[in-house]
Nanobody, 112 residues
């Protein structure tokens, strides 16, 4: 059974940082690219960062480029999203996706 579980969300002040984690099971982790998405109320889920199977290639949405870093550890079946210089507009539910599946998401709220 494919399973992705996000963690690490929470409340943070503008300018702060958070690190999200995605624990994956049920498929060969190194076979799949991993994408982090986010969704705000009333909007479609937006892909914001993707990392290739080996981790050699990453791509980012313009809205997070230079502030967020995606990474993965294939030995641990884990993916991460390091978020810095957070803004109120980054408030959303964040999901990781891979192998055609998504997790339940973790809430990130950026507010003073």
């Amino acid at each position: 059974q494919v399973r992705l579980v996000e963690s690490g969300g929470g409340l943070v002040q503008p300018g702060g940082s958070l690190r999200l984690s995605c624990e994956v099971s049920g498929f060969t982790f190194s076979d799949s690219a991993i994408t982090w998405y986010r969704r705000t109320p009333g909007k479609e889920r937006e892909p914001i960062a993707v990392i290739s199977q080996t981790g050699a290639t990453t791509n980012y949405a313009d809205s997070v480029k230079g502030r967020f870093t995606i990474s993965r550890d294939n030995a641990k079946n884990m993916a991460y999203l390091q978020m810095t210089s957070l803004k109120p507009d980054d408030t959303a539910v964040y999901y990781c996706g891979g192998y055609g599946h998504w997790g339940q998401g973790t809430q990130v709220t950026v507010s003073s």
